[in-house]
């Protein structure tokens, strides 16, 4: 195993290091009067059974998160491995982020991914301030899974797959 040292915890360092811990995407999103809007996020995670709670990070400077945030509902798409262009489409500041995407909207607006592995169904419990990101905690209202699609995973700035047995 080779060390590489750095003395200084710039952005970049940070944003190597933390890439090298590999994480699904999910596609956050609502549908208002026929109004899409979402965004991808990396930082999803489990938080409580009970009550059944999940989280995810945004950047402050984020302006899609906002818009969303207005909604009553907020619908999680676990992205599958066939999402993986629609992860970089979900993420860009500009142009369509729905090119190429089947949507589907749930109760209270929530807009999902068609081909998703997994849908919730979720609403904004809290938004804690966390440096120059928030965290979203979501209670979950409903859910959808489907166990004949896998997820994306995102490592080390690269879309990747997951290989039944490796």
């Avoid at 090298?20 to 059974?49: I, K, T």
């Avoid at 818009?67 to 798409?77: C, F, K, N, Q, V």
């Amino acid at each position: 195993m080779s060390a590489v040292a750095r003395p200084a915890l710039d952005a970049r360092a940070l944003r190597d290091a933390f890439g090298h811990f590999p994480s699904g995407v999910v596609a956050v999103g609502a549908e208002q009067d026929g109004v899409r809007v979402a965004m991808a996020a990396s930082s999803f995670v489990s938080v409580s059974l009970e009550p059944p709670l999940v989280a995810f990070c945004v950047q402050n400077t984020s302006t899609t998160w906002p818009r969303l945030a207005e909604h009553p509902r907020i619908g999680i798409s676990v992205l599958g491995e066939s999402h993986d262009r629609a992860a970089r489409t979900l993420a860009s500041k500009t142009g369509d982020r729905f090119a190429g995407l089947t949507t589907t909207s749930g109760r209270g607006g929530a807009l999902f991914v068609d081909g998703a592995p997994v849908w919730l169904n979720t609403t904004i419990t809290q938004q804690i301030p966390a440096g120059d990101h928030a965290i979203v905690l979501l209670g979950v209202e409903e859910l959808y899974v489907r166990d004949d699609v896998d997820p994306v995973v995102f490592h080390r700035s690269v879309f990747r797959r997951l290989h039944p047995g490796g």
